[in-house]
C-alpha cells in the first residue's frame, strides 16, 4: 500500500501527519531521512527557545537558564532529537500550551492568533494524538475564563472525529496491548500502589537527570505538584494538573509513566514545578 499517500492514515498509526510528511518527503527528496530529521532538530531548537522565553518571564533568567539545561541534558529529549520519531512533537505541544496560556493571560495575544493557534493545535494533533493531552488540559483553563475558547474545543473536536477509530485503537492497544503494561501504576492494593508509583516515577525522573534519581528526588518531585497552594499561579496549576493527568492515565492503564519517549510530553511540566518549588 505504501505506493499511496492514504496509506500514511490508514497505516500511519497515532501520527498520521508525521507519517504523511515521510510519504511526501520519500517522493521528492532522493534522502528523505534529511528531510525528516531537519524538521525535529528545528522543532527541537523551537521547543528551547520559546521554554527560554517562557520560563524567564514566569519565574527569573536564572531558573530559566537552568530549566533549560535541564531540557537541553534530558538523555530521552536528546534521543529523540536525532531519531527519525516524532515524538519531539509531542513536547513542542506542551512548551507551546505552556507559553500560550501565559501570554493569553498577559492580554499579549492579538485575537487572530487564536485561529493560528487553533491550526496549530489541530496540526500537531495530527502529527501525535498523544499532543491532544496538554491541549485538552489547555483548552479546560481557557474556557474558565473565556466562553470563546468552548468554540475552539467544539472545533477542534469536530475536526478529529474522522480520526476517533485510530485514536480509539491506539488506546485499546496500549491499555490491552501487554507491551506497557508494567508502567502502569498498580491500584491492586496499597502496597502495590507505593511501590510501582514510586519505581515509576525514579524512571520518569530518569528522562530528566542523567544520573539515576536519589530516591528524594522522587519526594521532592511529587511535593512540587503541591507547590502550587503555596504559590497561587494558573501556569504552575496547569503543570500540576498536567503531571496529575499522568498519574490518572497510567491507573487507568491508558498511558504509561516511566516509558521513556512517552515521557517527553510531561518532562515540560515537572521541571516547571521543580523550578517553582526552588524559586519558593
Known amino acids: 500500500f505504501f505506493d499511496r499517500l492514504i496509506c500514511a492514515f490508514e497505516w500511519g498509526d497515532q501520527h498520521p501527519l508525521f507519517s504523511s510528511v515521510i510519504w511526501i518527503s520519500s517522493q521528492i527528496f532522493k534522502w528523505p531521512e534529511y528531510f525528516i530529521s531537519s524538521l525535529i532538530v528545528l522543532f527541537a531548537i523551537f521547543s528551547i527557545v520559546i521554554f527560554f522565553n517562557f520560563l524567564e518571564k514566569l519565574f527569573n533568567f536564572r531558573l530559566a537558564l537552568l530549566g533549560s539545561v535541564l531540557l537541553i541534558t534530558s538523555p530521552i529529549f536528546n534521543t529523540y532529537t536525532i531519531g527519525l520519531k516524532q515524538y519531539n512533537f509531542e513536547i513542542f505541544a506542551t512548551i507551546l500550551c505552556l507559553w500560550f496560556l501565559q501570554n493569553y493571560k498577559d492580554n499579549e495575544l492579538n485575537k487572530k492568533y487564536y485561529f493560528y493557534f487553533l491550526v496549530a493545535c489541530f496540526f500537531l494533533f495530527l502529527l501525535s494524538f498523544a499532543t491532544a493531552i496538554p491541549i485538552a488540559i489547555l483548552l479546560f483553563f481557557l474556557i474558565k475564563s473565556n466562553k470563546r475558547a468552548m468554540y475552539l474545543a467544539i472545533l477542534l473536536f469536530i475536526a478529529s472525529l474522522p480520526l476517533s477509530d485510530n485514536l480509539l485503537s491506539k488506546l485499546s492497544r496500549v491499555s490491552n496491548g501487554g507491551y506497557w503494561d508494567d508502567f502502569f ?40 505538584i503541591f507547590s502550587v497552594v503555596v504559590k497561587r499561579n494558573e501556569l504552575i496549576l496547569y503543570s500540576s494538573v498536567g503531571v496529575v493527568a499522568l498519574y490518572s492515565l497510567s491507573v487507568l492503564k491508558l498511558y504509561p509513566l516511566g516509558g521513556g519517549r512517552t515521557d517527553l510530553l510531561f518532562i515540560p511540566f515537572v521541571i516547571v514545578l521543580f523550578l517553582n518549588l526552588l524559586d519558593i
Not at 496499597?190 to 515509576?200: A, T
Not at 516515577?201 to 511529587?222: A, C, D, S
Open 185 to 224: 501504576i498498580s491500584i491492586e492494593s496499597l502496597n502495590n500502589f507505593f511501590e510501582s508509583f514510586y519505581f515509576l516515577n525514579q524512571l520518569f525522573l530518569k528522562t530528566i537527570f542523567p544520573i539515576f534519581p536519589h530516591p528524594l528526588l522522587t519526594i521532592t518531585i511529587f511535593l512540587s
